[in-house]
């Protein structure tokens, strides 16, 4: 079986962002993307749809607004950078509500939240088939969307409703909390060190008492963080 699912983002690399991550899951069938309501509504008429990535601001009518139009609305997945629509999504009965910039774990809950809700259950994921997770993530700044190589990717340090995001060739201030930061790192690679930083395990150089220099930087380790840090770096 597949699952048929349709993409409203007014952004380009957003869209191409949810269709990489759809490319991921064998049973996903992206039908279309489109840049606004009015596009989407004419393919919900001619096609059926599982799945709708839905931004909220998008030009024309914005998406919480279209969703009101439709009689019987396919599962809903806002894509979104808003948070202050969240409340009205799920009282129009939306199956996830995803921030951006999100990470494909997370994408892969939303969708099988909506999965579970057709009653379509595991049997559309080919036996024996794991999600393979990417080694990158996506962070948007200054009008521009940077992926970034979880490889590249130094350590980052909370800075208020921002993010100091530190890589080999990069340093970025996007507008994300840091716990939002935190949730687009697998933690099989990253390790939060203080209540303000967390690194990339495998760039330590070495660790002098509370201190962990990560690429030639100095880098504090919380107090109450220590013995979990130490554990998981098999110290302890």
Do not use: W
């Not at 909220?56 to 139009?69: A, Q, R, S, W």
């Amino acid at each position: 079986m597949k699952i048929t699912c349709l993409i409203v983002d007014d952004e380009p690399i957003a869209r191409d962002i949810i269709k990489t991550y759809c490319g991921h899951l064998p049973y996903m069938h992206v039908i279309a993307a489109c840049g606004n309501a009015l596009e989407a509504k004419t393919i919900l008429y001619e096609q059926k749809v599982d799945i709708l990535f839905l931004d909220i601001n998008v030009p024309v009518m914005d998406g919480v607004t279209f969703l009101k139009t439709l009689r019987n609305p396919p599962q809903i997945i806002f894509t979104t950078a808003y948070k202050e629509y969240a409340l009205d999504a799920f009282d129009l009965a939306a199956c996830d509500y995803l921030l951006k910039p999100f990470s494909l774990d997370r994408f892969i809950t939303a969708v099988d939240k909506a999965v579970e809700r057709l009653q379509v259950g595991p049997a559309v994921i080919p036996e024996g088939l794991d999600h393979k997770l990417p080694d990158y993530l996506f962070i948007k700044t200054d009008g521009k969307i940077f992926k970034i190589e979880h490889e590249d990717l130094l350590y980052g340090e909370a800075s208020g409703n921002y993010t100091k995001v530190v890589t080999t060739r990069h340093t970025l201030l996007p507008a994300m909390t840091f716990s939002s930061f935190e949730e687009l790192l697998p933690k099989s690679v990253f390790l939060r060190v203080h209540r303000s930083f967390i690194i990339n395990k495998s760039k330590i150089d070495h660790i002098e008492g509370n201190r962990i220099f990560v690429n030639n930087t100095e880098v504090p380790m919380g107090s109450s963080y220590r013995e979990a840090c130490l554990r998981e770096l098999g110290l302890s």
